[in-house]
């Protein structure tokens, strides 16, 4: 059973930097696709990118500019930074893995979530 | 710009009835690249249906999933206590993912 287990800092001030890291246990990093979504308060799932474990990613276009998402597979974790954050940035983070034998990547498992929290 | 449109906005129904929910996407996809997540408060979403049709693992058979090209749809024969929440569709394609809005089904 693979479980996604998330972590980093909940609270930050406006232009920090998001830092958030995600450990995969019960499975390998070596197949499929690890990725990052968000969830605004009272909103929907935004999709922020995602990686493989040779490193290769795909990020949102409206983020590209601020995200990198990086792996260390010696580790087994997936790692999110998003730089230059605003309060647009509030979101609850999570990691989840896409099904890469699967032509719709659905994400089958998920961390449990992180709010991370903005303000000035 | 792909953009999922996801209707009703939310949903009134009472356990036992019949459950409907669309996913109409702005461009023809294939049901390859469409999938729906249930979505209850203070949780994870969770895989509900991929390539449109499918199951995923540990899903009721009260679930179903349908459509092609632009319009899709999630039904939920008999609605559960447990099946109040919130639904979401997503189409994965050269962009990554794409999600609708969501539906919230509610208790009437």
């Known amino acids: 059973q693979v479980q996604l287990q998330q972590w980093g800092a909940g609270l930050l001030k406006t232009s920090e930097t998001l830092s958030l890291t995600c450990a995969v246990y019960?499975?390998?990093?070596?197949?499929?696709?690890w990725n990052w979504i968000r969830q605004p308060p009272g909103k929907g799932l935004e999709w922020i990118g995602d990686?493989?474990?040779?490193?290769?990613?795909n990020y949102n276009s409206s983020l590209k500019s601020r995200v990198t998402i990086s792996v260390d597979t010696s580790k087994n974790q997936i790692s999110l930074k998003l730089k230059s954050v605003t309060a647009a940035d509030t979101a609850v983070y999570y990691c989840?893995?896409?099904?890469?034998?699967?032509?719709?990547?659905?994400?089958?498992?998920w961390g449990r979530g992180t709010l991370v929290t903005v303000s000035s | 710009e792909f953009v999922l449109t996801q209707s009703p906005g939310t949903l009134s129904l009472s356990p036992g009835e019949r459950a409907t929910l669309s996913c109409r996407a702005s461009q023809s996809v294939s049901s390859d690249y469409l999938a729906w997540y249930q979505q209850k408060p203070g949780q994870a979403p969770r895989l509900l249906m991929y390539?449109?049709?499918s199951r995923a693992t540990g899903i009721p058979d009260r679930f179903s999933g349908s459509g092609s090209g632009t319009d899709f749809t999630l039904t939920i024969s008999r609605l559960e206590p447990e099946d109040f929440a919130v639904y979401y569709c997503?189409?994965?394609?050269?962009?990554?993912?794409?999600f609708g809005q969501g539906t919230k089904l509610e208790i009437k």
């Open positions: 390539g449109a049709s």
């Open positions: 019960g499975g390998s990093l070596s197949y499929d696709y």
């Open positions: 989840a893995r896409g099904m890469a034998a699967l032509a719709a990547r659905p994400l089958d498992y």
């Open positions: 990686i493989n474990h040779s490193g290769n990613t």
């Open positions: 997503h189409q994965y394609g050269s962009s990554g993912y794409t």
